[in-house]
């Protein structure tokens, strides 16, 4: 396999201001794409912010909506691989999103989160969907957040079945107000559920999360704090970035994929 750089985008998101969100996302594809990164991978519910009640008006669909018409430009733009969660509406529904977007701009997968907590299930509905896709850069799978610690890792262990050498996962992960990172370094939680599965499929796991303070929602008040995590395919960590609601970051490594050990029939 031809190596690649990945960049992940430590971003600032603001809850429901999506102009300023997007623009941000934009400016961050950019930066990805001039320091040489094939694809970059930017958090969860980039557009509206995590448990924003916002959703319920300004959310849009995908692939159409005005959110991942503009992430699908500038990938087209900058010749880039994006990855990115955003809220979509179907219908009456709601649904905590993501999309990974090929460098012509085309939605080549589309992730509806399924191990949502349960205190955003007021607000988004139960995914219902899960594959992944061949690209020039490897084989591909997504989830979001929450679903890296399903119950047995289901998650990322079936996309592992259907044969991704690298899963992407845009990712809000917070910490209460008074957390102590030193007494207590946040990442744990990730670190035990995305190694076995890296290391028991011989593949790559990626999570990348948003810096900023949650304004809405049961978790008012936390502060999303970066720390994005890439697990290599031994179970190890190969990149970890840095912690706090200021750290915004972009961050880059080297990914050289491995040949999946199983190769199923999921493939889009």
């Given at each position: 396999m031809t190596p690649f750089k990945l960049a992940l985008a430590q971003?600032?998101?603001?809850?429901?201001?999506?102009?300023?969100?997007?623009?941000?996302?934009?400016?961050?594809?950019?930066?990805?794409?001039?320091?040489?990164?094939a694809i970059i991978l930017l958090p969860e519910a980039l557009d509206l912010g995590w448990c924003h009640d916002s959703a319920r008006a300004?959310?849009?669909a995908i692939p159409d909506g005005e959110s991942c018409l503009r992430l699908r430009e500038a990938a087209r733009t900058h010749r880039i691989h994006v990855c990115a969660g955003l809220i979509e509406r179907a219908d009456d529904r709601l649904f905590n999103s993501a999309v990974l977007i090929s460098?012509?701009?085309?939605?080549l997968l589309h992730h509806r989160k399924l191990n949502?907590?349960?205190?955003?299930?007021?607000?988004?509905?139960?995914?219902?969907?899960?594959?992944?896709?061949?690209?020039?850069?490897?084989?591909?799978?997504?989830?979001?957040c929450a679903d890296g610690f399903a119950p047995g890792?289901?998650?990322?262990?079936?996309l592992g079945l259907m044969g991704a050498q690298i899963i992407l996962s845009p990712c809000a992960w917070a910490a209460p107000?008074?957390?102590?990172?030193?007494?207590?370094?946040?990442?744990q939680l990730w670190l035990d559920n995305y190694g076995p599965a890296a290391r028991d499929f011989k593949m790559w796991i990626a999570g990348t999360s948003n810096v900023g303070v949650i304004t809405e929602g049961e978790w008012s008040g936390h502060k999303c704090i970066g720390n994005s995590l890439v697990m290599n395919p031994d179970g190890k960590p190969a990149l970890r970035g840095p912690y706090g609601a200021d750290a915004a970051e972009l961050l880059l490594v080297d990914i050289e994929l491995n040949s999946p050990p199983f190769r199923g029939d999921g493939c889009v």
């Open positions: 971003m600032p998101v603001t809850g429901g201001e999506r102009d300023v969100n997007l623009r941000c996302a934009v400016e961050f594809i950019s930066k990805a794409a001039k320091a040489g990164a300004s959310a849009g460098p012509e701009g085309e939605v949502e907590l349960a205190m955003a299930h007021h607000l988004y509905a139960q995914g219902d969907r899960l594959a992944v896709a061949r690209t020039p850069l490897g084989i591909m799978g997504l989830m979001i890792q289901v998650v990322s262990r079936a107000p008074d957390h102590d990172n030193v007494r207590e370094p946040y990442g």
